[in-house]
């Protein structure tokens, strides 16, 4: 009953706009999230010294209903972070840390590359957490309109944490949504897969490597990763390609794609491994590179649900472990767009009849479908990938940083 009243109070406080929340508001809705926690078996040591001193912090409604001005191309995403530097840093703690890290690949499966590509992208290897308070940042989003009944959860994982003695409520430091320590955890993640691998009686993600790399590894077994299996590999495409089939939803059989005609990047025939199946990725349309992805890119993408982040993983993964460059590098001058020309780009396609979803200024698979089909009935390779060309066909200006 309890927690039924606690949800009621919080669907009420919904209706508040969330940056006009006063302090009585918040107060309010705080006293409900102190009774969802009494029920959930949370100490009332942690609730009264803890969860009674949250504060509302304007800054994380801030950027939690800040859209990005500008879709970053891949060119942009995948340069900023796939970086010499962190090449270079990522080797070089790979074979500082190499007994660490053969120890965990050993137990898990997951090859230390991946690991510590993971770290190099969430935490720049460490170097910076973030520094808001988790328990401030998760009440104030769980007495927000938006998300409501998720950070509440996000909330009361957080307390459990602090109640286990991993960590003190003033330590608890991360970023503006909740992810913490070297790897990122949310604190859902963080009760379920983090690892007391130094044994000292804490799972601790902020100053024990150990328990950090062990507890990324633990996850990645956890929601899927194949031992023995790579995320995928840059391929070399036939000339007059039909890029219809690429798309992460048509996965193909391996030797069906070398049936198409696709080569390694170097040029060699693809290896056949029976059952084996992958999708076919190119992130910036026929003149970048194109990429067969297999079920641990699935399983990165569990990690953050985006195939930039993704492709960025693998490549990174690969790098550290002595790969080269890719064969064939994103073009340069890939257009940077703003979220109002991509509306605009939508809109147009619905009105001459090629679907592309709500014109909501976000260029997922429909928006992509939509494009492909109007480039090959105009002619144009169907690739799928937002242009200048595409955009000056349709008469569509360009708004860029």
């Not at 720049?124 to 927000?144: Q, V």
Request: glycine share 8%; charged share 20%.
């Amino acid at each position: 009953m309890r927690v039924q009243k606690t949800l009621l109070l919080l669907a009420l406080l919904a209706s508040t706009p969330a940056m006009a929340m006063d302090d009585a508001a918040f107060a309010s809705c705080v006293k409900g999230l102190q009774q969802t926690a009494r029920a959930e078996g949370i100490s009332a040591a942690v609730i009264d010294n803890n969860l009674a001193a949250v504060r509302w912090v304007e800054r994380v409604i801030e950027l939690d209903r800040r859209q990005p001005e500008f879709t970053d191309s891949f060119t942009g995403y995948f340069n900023r972070r796939v970086t010499d530097q962190r090449i270079a840093q990522g080797r070089a703690l790979l074979a500082e840390h190499r007994a660490l890290f053969d120890s965990v690949a050993a137990e898990y499966g997951v090859p230390a590359q991946y690991l510590v590509a993971f770290w190099g992208l969430e935490t720049n290897f460490g170097s910076y957490f973030g520094k808001m308070p988790i328990l401030d940042s998760l009440a104030t989003l769980a007495c927000d309109q938006r998300r409501s009944q998720y950070f509440t959860g996000e909330l009361m994982a957080a307390l459990r944490i602090i109640d286990e003695g991993s960590i003190t409520a003033e330590r608890m430091q991360g970023s503006w949504a909740g992810a913490m320590g070297h790897v990122q955890f949310m604190p859902h993640v963080f009760l379920r897969y983090a690892v007391d691998a130094d044994g000292d009686g804490r799972r601790d993600l902020w100053n024990s490597l150990p328990d950090a790399m062990h507890s990324a590894a633990n996850f990645l077994r956890g929601i899927g990763w194949q031992r023995g299996s790579r995320w995928g590999r840059e391929v070399r495409l036939p000339d007059n390609f039909d890029y219809l089939a690429a798309g992460l939803t048509q996965r193909r059989p391996l030797a069906e794609w070398r049936r198409l005609g696709l080569l390694t990047a170097d040029g060699r025939p693809l290896p056949v491994v029976d059952d084996m199946r992958a999708a076919l990725l190119v992130p910036s349309g026929h003149q970048g590179p194109a990429f067969l992805v297999y079920d641990n890119f699935d399983v990165i993408m569990r990690w953050n649900r985006s195939e930039f982040y993704a492709l960025s993983v693998g490549h990174l993964a690969d790098r550290i472990n002595g790969a080269g460059k890719l064969r064939q590098s994103p073009p340069a001058n890939a257009v940077r767009l703003n979220r109002d020309t991509v509306m605009q780009l939508q809109q147009a396609l619905n009105q001459q009849g090629f679907e592309a979803g709500e014109a909501d200024g976000i260029p997922g698979p429909s928006t992509r479908s939509a494009i492909s089909r109007w480039q090959q009935k105009n002619g144009l390779i169907a690739d799928g990938f937002i242009s200048r060309e595409l955009l000056d066909a349709l008469d569509i200006s360009i708004a860029e940083l």
